[in-house]
């Protein structure tokens, strides 16, 4: 979002006649600005929040912008799972709309909460059971599969209310095909947008 085309790409990729025009970055920040307030509006209205932070990756900065937390009981102590929308720069031109994952752990000791900070893509049950959840390493392990399961729920959730808000103000939809050893990432197009999806969807089950 957004990005501007030539007269070949358009005809190449049989885009919009609209898309064509040459960079401007005034107009560039400006539709940046807008699609951000608009995903921002459609986020609230489903219990989102405003934030204003920046994850400091120097080459690819992104601006987060709106989160929304949910919070579990595992047994005596709690988990907070965060999502956060977030817009990423592109290098020379456009910028993507993302989102990402916390997982916060409370375990009370004493007189206060020791928290403990979980990475999602690496989240296991040896997480779970290791760091005694339950606080009891019987109910940990018998526990860990279901509290994970749990977990990767919520996200679903979450990360789909944040999809439908980027779908409907983004220029382009993708998908990713396929992740590098070295953390590359190749992306493709969706055939279609997903909030044409879900309108689909609502009008059959209307």
């Known amino acids: 979002m957004p990005v501007y085309y030539t007269q070949e790409e358009i005809d190449e990729r049989e885009l919009d006649q609209n898309l064509l ?19 921002t509006c459609e986020l609230k209205a489903k219990g989102w929040h405003d934030i204003e932070e920046c994850d400091n990756d120097r080459s690819y900065p992104t601006s987060l912008f709106s989160e929304k937390t949910v919070s579990i009981k595992c047994g005596d102590n709690s988990i907070d799972i965060t999502i956060q929308a977030g817009c990423t720069s592109g290098y020379y031109q456009a910028a993507n709309f993302d989102w990402f994952v916390n997982i916060k752990t409370y375990r009370k000791v ?13 989240l296991s049950a040896d ?10 390493k019987g109910m940990s392990k018998i526990h860990a599969a279901h509290i994970l399961r749990k977990i990767e729920s919520i996200i679903d959730d979450l990360k789909n209310e944040a999809e439908l808000a980027f779908s409907q103000y983004c220029d382009e939809e993708l998908f990713c095909d396929f992740v590098a050893f070295n953390g590359e990432a190749g992306y493709s197009q969706t055939g279609k947008r997903l909030w044409q999806e879900v309108e689909e969807l609502n009008k059959k089950t209307a």
């Open 127 to 136: 997480d779970v059971i290791n760091d005694d959840w339950y606080e009891n």
């Open 21 to 39: 025009g040459m960079y401007d970055e005034l107009d560039t920040e400006a539709n940046y600005d807008a699609d951000k307030e608009n995903v």
């Open 110 to 122: 004493d007189y206060y909460y020791e928290t403990c900070d979980y990475d999602y893509n690496d």
